[in-house]
């Protein structure tokens, strides 16, 4: 009887520090989060000259990933906010990739038009899906010179219409900013 009672003291013991312990929820920043440190996964598609791209060809390089479809508005929106990196750290050697599920005629229109900068590659929504790497769109993701995740974050924007927006840039930037520097060091 006493190993009984001794059994059920543990037992409630354990249960009661499980329940006290926070929960995390799933929610893009965890998912985010989750991705740091991981290697960024092989993929090969299409470039807007239906030729093929592979991941493979972005090894020993800092990339810059921006996930995104013509037909979103915020993904559309964040494009002079993200043609402001090419700007900035193109001459650095930072390859700026775009993955979309258009396909490359359509995508090719579209940049032809808009004048994004990045080097836009399709991809099939499976293959995408397959990366799993993005949360949605837009998805931005910064890789390092070792194949390694540095940072995701959801849209990117140096204005201040959404605060929290503005600073998780400016963080993606530092970080840009910081493996660049790794690299001269």
């Given at each position: 009887m006493r190993t009984f009672l001794l059994l059920i003291i543990l037992c409630s013991a354990s249960f009661a520090n499980a329940q006290t312990k926070p929960v995390k929820w799933a929610t893009q920043e965890t998912f985010f989060e989750e991705l740091i440190g991981k290697?960024?996964?092989?993929?090969?598609?299409?470039?807007?000259?239906?030729?093929?791209?592979?991941?493979?060809?972005l090894k020993g390089k800092i990339v810059v990933i921006n996930f995104w479809f013509e037909a979103c508005p915020p993904c559309v929106k964040e494009m002079p906010e993200l043609n402001k990196l090419v700007d900035k750290y193109g001459e650095a050697g930072v390859r700026f990739i775009a993955i979309t599920y258009d396909l490359p005629k359509s995508a090719k229109k579209f940049q032809n038009q808009s004048g994004y900068k990045y080097e836009i590659v399709s991809l099939t929504d499976d293959e995408i899906r397959k990366l799993n790497i993005n949360h949605g769109y837009p998805t931005n993701i910064l890789i390092g010179k070792?194949?390694?995740?540095?940072?995701?974050?959801?849209?990117?924007?140096?204005?201040?219409?959404?605060?929290?927006?503005?600073?998780?840039?400016?963080?993606?930037?530092?970080?840009?900013?910081?493996?660049?520097?790794?690299?001269?060091?």
């Open positions: 290697d960024l996964p092989d993929f090969k598609g299409v470039n807007i000259n239906n030729k093929q791209f592979l991941s493979s060809s070792d194949g390694k995740i540095i940072k995701a974050i959801n849209a990117v924007s140096f204005n201040n219409e959404i605060p929290s927006i503005k600073e998780q840039t400016l963080v993606f930037e530092e970080k840009l900013k910081a493996e660049i520097n790794k690299g001269s060091n």
